[in-house]
């Protein structure tokens, strides 16, 4: 089985890609990712401190179609969801963090935090920005199929 973690965002030209994947795999190519680019969210803090619009995707929908297309195959696709895993212990370390995603020069990072501060929760202790839930895809498709025999 071929396994692909985290990295559908991070690959140019995703059809030659996958159909790497499905020519080594012997069994299945499993690909796990988020349902969405993980910086999609920030998008509107993008355009606030930038002025600049962000693409909404990619997303893994975007992934199935390439699934499709390159390789003639309909995937599995199962959505599911666990509790997120990134949390801060204060305000310095959320500044940071989303001051260097956001492309914010260091000395005006300590400003997020007015942008950020309807977002944080606090979890147990722990600073949470955002939904404190991340929604997965699991997409897979068996291998040995031909096309025309999908």
């Not at 020069?105 to 501060?117: Q, T």
Request: net charge negative; with cysteine.
């Amino acid at each position: 089985v071929v396994f692909g973690a985290w990295v559908g965002y991070a690959v140019a030209g995703g059809g030659p890609f996958l159909s790497a994947m499905d020519g080594i795999a012997a069994a299945g190519v499993v690909v796990e990712m988020s349902e969405t680019h993980p910086w999609s969210d920030l998008a509107p803090l993008y355009r606030q401190i930038h002025g600049l619009e962000r693409p909404a995707g990619p997303s893994a929908d975007d992934l199935v179609g390439v699934v499709r297309e390159a390789l003639g195959i309909e995937p599995t696709v199962d959505r599911w969801s666990r509790p997120g895993q990134l949390w801060f212990e204060g305000w310095d370390e959320i500044c940071d963090f989303y001051g260097r995603r956001l492309v914010v020069p260091r000395a005006e990072r300590p400003g997020l935090r007015s942008l950020l501060a309807e977002r944080v929760v606090d979890v147990d202790g722990r600073l949470v920005v955002g939904e404190n839930e991340r929604r997965l895809v699991t997409i897979w498709w068996p291998c040995g199929l031909k096309r025309g025999n999908r």
